[in-house]
């Protein structure tokens, strides 16, 4: 079956600019999270929806940064007036539950540069 | 404080040889899980093995195996008979408490793995 899937691939942007970051989960996963990687602070949870319960955005950085996930599968992570710390590598990923020991599936990741 | 330290940034091993990647984590939970993931040049997190703070033995899975010292806090990956393709960064993460909500992981800084013919 498919994979977590990510788009676009590579995205390039001028500071102040919005930017939105889709991804698509694996069917019936119902937790999706959202992760940032970059060189300076390595990999960072950002934010998590599991299901119909309201989703846990402790780790977004900024008022900024939102997410919404529509019908409980695709999930768009949207970055408002872009600053160019927001450079990175914006990694999504699924799970059949939130918890216990189920492993997380990663989708290919967003490069994000910001100019 | 640092959840997750691994202390080894690169680590040069020779083909068909064994590796050790160091992991040690904190946490006050007495329900955690650890988790050890590969990234290949080409960017994608790929899921090794997992291994529950109540699971008593060490887990396996094909040439990769867990060294888990729950008294000292450490989950060392070990990888035996190296393969060129296992050249790669490898990340340890750590997923604390026992409930749905409990479901980030806390990533190391990783570990760069270059495997020599």
């Known amino acids: 079956g498919a994979g977590v899937s990510q788009s676009p691939s590579n995205k390039v942007t001028e500071k102040g600019k919005d930017v939105e970051l889709r991804c698509d989960p694996i069917?019936?996963?119902?937790?999706l999270y959202w992760y940032r990687q970059s060189l300076g602070q390595g990999l960072e949870f950002l934010i998590y929806f599991q299901g119909n319960s309201a989703p846990d955005k402790s780790g977004l950085p900024s008022d900024r940064f939102s997410a919404e996930r529509t019908g409980g599968s695709v999930s768009t992570l949207t970055i408002q007036r872009t600053q160019q710390e927001d450079s990175a590598v914006y990694l999504c990923?699924?799970?059949?539950?939130?918890?216990?020991?189920?492993?997380?599936?990663f989708g290919p990741g967003t490069r994000l540069t910001v100019t | 404080a640092q959840k997750i330290t691994q202390t080894q940034p690169g680590m040069f091993v020779q083909e068909k040889e064994a590796v050790t990647l160091d992991c040690t984590y904190d946490?006050?939970?007495?329900?955690?899980?650890l988790f050890w993931y590969k990234q290949p040049s080409s960017g994608e997190m790929i899921f090794l093995i997992y291994q529950g703070s109540y699971d008593e033995q060490n887990a396996t899975e094909g040439r990769y195996s867990l060294n888990f010292q729950k008294a000292r806090k450490s989950a060392n990956l070990v990888i035996s008979a190296s393969q060129l393709g296992d050249s790669a960064m490898y990340f340890c993460a750590m997923r604390e408490g026992r409930a749905s909500r409990d479901y980030k992981l806390s990533f190391g800084a990783g570990t760069t793995v270059t495997v020599r013919a």
């Open positions: 946490t006050s939970d007495q329900s955690y899980g």
């Open positions: 069917s019936g996963h119902t937790a």
């Open positions: 990923a699924s799970s059949l539950e939130g918890g216990g020991g189920y492993q997380q599936y």
